[in-house]
């Protein structure tokens, strides 16, 4: 079997910055525009600026932990890198696109991994309406904010939020409300991920909200379009007995 041609990518941190010059000693590495695997080391913020930046490139992702939670990351260890690669498993994602309309009628793209998020800019509660495959769901709801997550954003900002785990086969996406005040007790929705949700800002005024796709932010929103982007696919690698499945499936059981 040929060698992959790899290249090491690092966040900023003196972690990080280390473990990369470690590697780079022990392993043969090439311009990363040239590469088939990206070994990117830090955390799970450098995992997703890292899919960003190559997600029009058919390249595939080996992260290895050196941040600080690393969820979407494998462990880092300096031996065994190219057995390690080529006996991983391959996990494909589909991010979500966030198109948005601003109350002065412009229009913005973005790109989620993660989730797409809106929250109220002000003081004042959120007012916002739901609507799924252009059938009005919620015609309103107050609260600090909502978001849609993927399977593989579900046990971030969701989780933090008290949505679901979503497992990465399921074909589902996470719409959880963020501090719901009315109606109180509406903890969220699943829905099919071929669904195309349309979240209207109301009262835009008096109720300025923002919206962000993962660390894009857009402020001053009067609606949001997010649907799943299938001809984006992510490629990420992980060790076998480590894999993202596993990990979604043990987090649901964590204590």
Request: charged share 25%; net charge neutral.
């Amino acid at each position: 079997m040929t060698d992959p041609k790899i290249a090491f990518l690092a966040s900023s941190t003196k972690q990080a910055i280390a473990a990369k010059k470690a590697l780079e000693k022990l392993y043969d590495s090439i311009n990363i525009e040239n590469a088939d695997i990206v070994i990117v080391l830090g955390g799970d913020g450098m995992m997703l600026d890292a899919l960003r930046s190559h997600i029009d490139k058919p390249v595939k992702v080996f992260g290895m932990n050196r941040g600080t939670i690393g969820f979407l990351m494998n462990e880092f260890s300096k031996e065994n890198l190219i057995e390690r690669i080529n006996s991983a498993t391959l996990v494909t994602l589909h991010p979500l696109r966030m198109k948005v309309e601003k109350s002065d009628g412009s229009i913005e793209e973005a790109i989620a991994i993660n989730e797409v998020s809106l929250i109220r800019q002000t003081s004042q509660t959120a007012k916002i309406k739901i609507t799924i495959d252009d059938t009005i769901r919620m015609k309103e709801l107050l609260c600090d904010g909502i978001l849609v997550s993927t399977p593989a954003g579900s046990t971030a900002y969701n989780l933090s939020a008290h949505g679901p785990i979503v497992p990465l086969g399921a074909g589902i996406l996470a719409m959880t409300p963020i501090s719901a005040f009315r109606p109180r007790r509406w903890r969220g929705a699943l829905l099919e991920h071929n669904a195309t949700i349309k979240i209207e800002a109301l009262e835009i005024r008096k109720r300025p909200v923002s919206a962000s796709a993962d660390s894009t932010e857009v402020r001053d929103i009067k609606s949001v379009i997010i649907t799943e982007d299938r001809n984006i696919k992510l490629n990420i690698l992980y060790d076998p007995d480590h894999n993202l499945d596993e990990r979604v499936l043990k987090e649901q059981f964590s204590p």
